[in-house]
């Protein structure tokens, strides 16, 4: 199986520091779609894990989370592509779980799900504790620069052989030049 990690927010839609509380706050990136499509039409399962400690806060409710999935999903669709799975945690950072980044709950759950070892699996994201919940796993680690992804670069610029693209799309089409060969 090939399997890419995604995160959400940051990396597929545009991210608030207020957070994404509904449908409508729910905007994908430039390009973040279609490379999601492209790298499915390449072979590639795609899975988001992400943190929404806005549920545990509060702010929205996990039905709510629930459409904006959804409207993620369909918006994707609409391009060709698919996500077949979204692990995500719902707590605040001080109840101190094992799923939120950058613990490895979520990625452990994948392994146990999918019968797989993480190891070299892709895994994308903009923030540094999605960088080191990868780590953690054996993950290939992708930084994208958008979200908080200039930021965590300018704060950790030699984050262990971490690839650095500009974005989403950038990234698919390198990982797909890369499969080619």
């Known amino acids: 199986m090939k399997l890419i990690i995604l995160d959400r927010d940051g990396v597929i839609n545009q991210d608030s520091p207020d957070y994404i509380k509904s449908p409508d706050e729910w905007h994908p990136l430039p390009g973040s779609l279609e490379a ?3 790298l499915n039409k390449a072979g590639y399962t795609i899975i988001v894990v992400t943190n929404q400690s806005g549920v545990g806060r509060g702010y929205y409710s996990r039905a709510t989370l629930r459409n904006i999935h959804k409207k993620m999903k369909d918006e994707l669709a609409k391009h060709g592509g698919e996500i077949e799975r979204i692990y995500l945690c719902p707590h605040k950072p001080e109840d101190d779980c094992d799923c939120r980044k950058p613990n490895i709950g979520m990625f452990k759950e994948i392994e146990h799900d ?26 290939k680690n992708i930084l994208v620069l958008t979200g908080n992804g200039k930021e965590t670069l300018k704060n950790n610029p030699a984050f262990n052989n971490t690839e650095v693209y500009t974005d989403l799309a950038e990234a698919a089409k390198k990982i797909i030049k890369d499969q080619a060969k």
């Open 36 to 38: 999601i499509a492209k």
């Open 114 to 139: 999918y019968k797989i070892n993480l190891y070299n699996v892709i895994n994308i994201g903009d923030s540094l504790r999605d960088l080191q919940a990868g780590k953690l796993v054996g993950c």
